[in-house]
């Protein structure tokens, strides 16, 4: 099997891996989903006023992330994004390792592929290690999940770990359909702040 299609037969599912991890989050979970295929795979779990979902903004979802765990210390920040997402934010992996936030999570769901653009190969369907760069980055807790066994041990650290950390998933290179979240940026802004700040964030 060559590299450019070993990830049609990862054994992890990606609504599967994004179902497992939404339900064993807790109640003060508060989740940043990448464009593309992490939102929808979310959405179709569980639509949730604690996740916000980015549409556009490629390479946004892990500063925002960053900016939220710093900002609320005392809240469990998981980001949850794909490898292509992530190839165009990896400044921040220095970023996040000089900043040091120990309630920051990163899932990063990787399948190897550009899913929104023709499920063109990614630079890690090749010789790109997200974890490994993550590492190089300085961040010191970063590991990569191929299977259930290795998925079921991680997703305790993924939800409670003291950070930050960095989880890459292999899930496998499928096209599933669309289960869009809410559109409207004005009321994922405001049901986000509500949901962390109660009714007084809505200004």
Request: charged share 20%; no cysteine.
């Amino acid at each position: 099997m060559s590299d450019l299609s070993r990830a049609d037969a990862f054994p992890l599912r990606r609504r599967e891996v994004a179902q497992q991890i939404l339900d064993s989050g807790g109640d003060d979970l508060l989740m940043i989903t990448g464009l593309g295929s992490t939102n929808w795979d979310f959405t179709a779990a569980g639509d949730s006023p604690s996740i916000f979902p980015l549409w556009g903004a490629m390479g946004g979802a892990l500063p925002m992330a960053l900016g939220l765990a710093l900002a609320q210390p005392d809240k469990r920040i998981l980001v949850a994004t794909g490898d292509a997402e992530i190839l165009m934010a990896l400044g921040s992996f220095a970023t996040v390792a000089v900043q040091a936030p120990t309630n920051l999570s990163i899932a990063v769901f990787d399948n190897e592929r550009y899913g929104e653009t023709g499920m063109q190969a990614t630079a890690t369907a090749h010789t790109a290690d997200l974890a490994a760069i993550a590492a190089a980055s300085g961040i010191m807790i970063t590991n990569t999940i191929r299977d259930q066994v290795e998925l079921d041990a991680a997703v305790p650290l993924i939800i409670e770990e003291k950070g930050p950390s960095v989880h890459v998933i292999k899930v496998r290179a499928e096209p599933l359909p669309f289960v869009l979240p809410p559109k409207d940026g004005a009321y994922l802004k405001d049901r986000f702040r509500a949901a962390l700040l109660g009714d007084e964030g809505i200004v």
